[in-house]
């Protein structure tokens, strides 16, 4: 088994390299397998780039070199002998289609919007981008929309804008995470969190003691944990969304008289409002 750490341009183009050089790849092979990457690039340019001829078969051709690439990769898991195998016996179009399957698997899960064109695969010949790397992100990042998404829906959302930094839609996701938490806490699995819910949570802070609140707290985060399917709670907890810390240090200082909810819960606005420069006596 040999380990491929380092590297000066793509790693489809290494092995190929490395194979013909080493005598594994005969030039019938070689010729065979240029051909195939010409096809498949001929086809990536008719399908999926602008109508400037010279312009769009430059890019599919960085296309189908960047999703062989992550296709080969994903594969041979980084070790360079499977690699070769794998090109003689099964040839770049069997790479190809591994990388596409990547890619779609991608477009499924982030509704083919915007957000992760095609063009992001591209890879120029003497390029030393990761895109093992930089897939593995795209995914995470498509998986913390959709599930912004879904929880926009339960908790009586619009649709979010899909051009939102991630960091604006991890925020939302803590905040709704958080809304049902605190819900749970105070007996209601559904609903809004509204003007008898902060009552209901200001007397318990005012009349149970810490260490019970503390404690029924823990409950409804575990409660909440188990809302969710592993690979959702996978997706959170790579965030450290369901930490809730914030959420914890609330139950500690227990301070009823400036009870800082807006930004940590999901909010009617009349309620925002009135908490923006409320104080309680």
């Known amino acids: 088994m040999e380990m ?3 590297r000066k341009k793509p790693f489809f183009l290494t ?6 050089a080493q005598g594994i790849f005969s030039p019938t092979f070689l010729t065979k397998n240029s051909t195939m990457l010409t ?19 430059k890019k599919a051709c960085e296309v ?32 190809f289609r591994a990388g596409w399957a990547e890619y779609a698997a991608l477009q499924a899960l982030s509704g083919k919007n915007d957000n992760f064109p095609l063009s992001l695969y591209a890879l120029a010949m003497n390029s030393e981008s990761n895109l093992v790397d930089m897939h593995a992100q795209n995914m995470h990042q498509a998986s913390v929309r959709q599930l912004h998404q879904l929880l926009g829906k339960k908790h009586g959302q619009g649709a979010p804008f899909f ?21 749970h806490f105070l007996g209601r699995s559904e609903g809004v969190f509204g003007q008898q819910a902060h009552q209901a949570l200001l007397q318990s802070f005012e009349n149970t003691k810490s260490t019970v609140t503390l404690a029924k707290l823990e409950t409804s985060i575990i409660s909440v944990h188990a809302r969710y399917s592993k690979e959702q709670r996978a997706t959170l907890s790579h965030d ?4 809730f810390s914030e959420l914890r240090q609330l139950f500690i200082i227990k301070n009823t008289k400036n009870l800082p909810l807006s930004g940590l819960i999901e909010l009617p606005c009349e309620l925002e409002l009135s908490l923006s420069g409320a104080y309680y006596a």
Request: glycine share 4%.
């Open 163 to 183: 051009f939102m930094e991630i960091t604006e839609i991890e925020a939302g996701i803590q905040r709704y995470l958080n809304t049902e938490v605190l819900l």
């Open 4 to 6: 491929i750490t380092a």
């Open 15 to 20: 092995m190929l390299q490395e194979g013909e």
């Open 240 to 243: 450290n969304l369901l930490d």
């Open 39 to 57: 096809d498949m690039s001929l086809q990536i340019a008719a399908k999926h780039f602008s109508t400037v001829y010279a312009d769009k078969l």
């Open 64 to 95: 189908t070199l960047g999703l062989c690439d992550l296709g080969l990769l994903s594969l041979c898991k980084n070790d360079s002998e499977i690699a070769k195998t794998i090109l003689l016996e099964k040839s770049v179009v069997y790479c």
